[in-house]
């Protein structure tokens, strides 16, 4: 049978080759320690459960909720980027609530693009980015560069190469899977760039709270006038570990949050109404649970990026994220991504994703997620030295799995 023209358009969901190995390996007893999948483990702080428990129990709050948010969440969250950003925001035209910010992504692109319409995306990056679009008619041209001054080459090499011109550019610093971290001076730079061009900017901010040595990452709306052409989306999955909560938020121009909105009308009550006042409840804390969350990543990030290099695996220590993103090792480095991760399930007992599940250009690498506490990385750690020494002393045994097909 025939299949449906967007999902055609779908590659192959490489992550769920993973999954399959891994929970095969589970059924048979294995224990995997699983570093894949960006699902935070810690739990919902105390304060912000008891909020939902309280609000949970007036039956009038079970009744269909606000599809752009309740006003007292748009307040709240316009409270955070003034506080964190220095950034001014009107809750009633500038912000609507979203179920995470890969929802917003995806109906924002719903809202905005028409067939052919050219969107540039990095390559690497986390898939909804460019799939959002890619199912809405849209053609992405990728960036492969860093956040450093060939940049605008970049963009200015796509306008010239792209007909029609492109619509929008998608931004997402601190990256998800490269953990690259973005400045101000380089959000300066695009933003002239973009209202030059007349190019709408999409902002992914969802791990702005997810930092490490003293420098928070800025957000692209702290530049004079990039409100003019700019939504950026932000999530409470990470900053409050609230993954299953699905609460994110796009803010920015009106135009375009107006648009969002209404498409979300169509599709949507928005979230349940006492996960909407617990988010606004963490929202307007004192900031200590952020605090004791990025402390956590923090411990977890230097405990992986000294025992994976004890282990013969030496990788970059992210700046920010809640993820490394590891270059394989060179003697695996000839597989790809996705038979190195099958090789890490079979013989280190450790999932992580596959670099190639967030573009073609990241095949050489693989992500690691910091989900797992210091003792089960340490763990990691030591089963990966294992594999590695044994693949070293006897290569034969080490075989990928497309080889013995």
């Known amino acids: 049978m025939e299949e449906f023209h967007k999902v055609r358009r779908l590659p192959p969901y490489v992550f769920e080759q993973v999954n399959r190995l891994k929970a095969s390996a589970r059924s048979k007893g294995a224990d995997i320690i699983d570093l894949g999948m960006g699902n935070p483990d810690l739990p919902t702080p105390k304060a912000i459960v008891d909020k939902l428990c309280e609000v949970v129990r007036d039956p009038r709050t079970h009744r269909y909720s606000s599809s752009r948010g309740i006003p007292g969440l748009r307040r709240a969250q316009a409270s955070y980027y003034a506080r964190r950003f220095g950034v001014k925001l009107d809750p009633e035209t500038q912000i609507v609530a979203t179920l995470g910010s890969k929802e917003g992504f995806a109906n924002m692109a719903q809202a905005i693009t028409a067939p052919g319409d050219v969107i540039m995306c990095p390559n690497p990056t986390y898939p909804i980015h460019a799939f959002g679009f890619i199912m809405s008619g849209g053609v992405i041209r990728s960036l492969q560069v860093e956040p450093d001054d060939g940049f605008i080459p970049a963009l200015e090499r796509g306008i010239r190469h792209s007909i029609p011109k492109p619509l929008a550019l998608i931004l997402n610093y601190p990256s998800n899977p490269t953990a690259l971290v973005a400045s101000l001076d380089f959000y300066k730079d695009v933003v002239a760039f973009a209202k030059k061009n007349d190019i709408i900017i999409l902002s992914d901010l969802a791990y702005s709270e997810i930092y490490f040595d003293g420098n928070p990452p800025p957000s692209v709306l702290q530049v004079p006038g990039a409100i003019d052409v700019t939504v950026e989306f932000t999530s409470m999955s990470k900053t409050f570990s609230m993954p299953g909560w699905r609460m994110g938020f796009a ?148 075989v990928p799995l497309a080889a013995r097909r």
């Open 251 to 398: 803010v920015g121009n009106e135009r375009l949050i107006s648009a969002l909105t209404r498409v979300k009308s169509y599709l949507d009550y928005g979230a349940f109404t006492p996960i909407q006042v617990a988010a606004a409840h963490a929202l307007n804390g004192d900031g200590a649970d952020i605090e004791e969350v990025r402390d956590v990543y923090h411990k977890r990030r230097d405990v992986m990026i000294d025992t994976f290099a004890r282990s013969g695996w030496a990788m970059p220590a992210p700046a920010a994220s809640m993820f490394a993103w590891a270059p394989i090792p060179e003697p695996f480095r000839h597989l790809g991504s996705l038979e190195f991760s099958k090789l890490l399930i079979e013989h280190a007992d450790v999932a992580v994703a596959p670099g190639v599940g967030f573009g073609e250009h990241g095949d050489d690498f693989v992500r690691i997620a910091l989900v797992e506490n210091e003792h089960r990385i340490r763990q990691a750690a030591r089963n990966i030295k294992r594999f590695l020494m044994s693949a070293e002393k006897q290569p034969n045994n080490v």
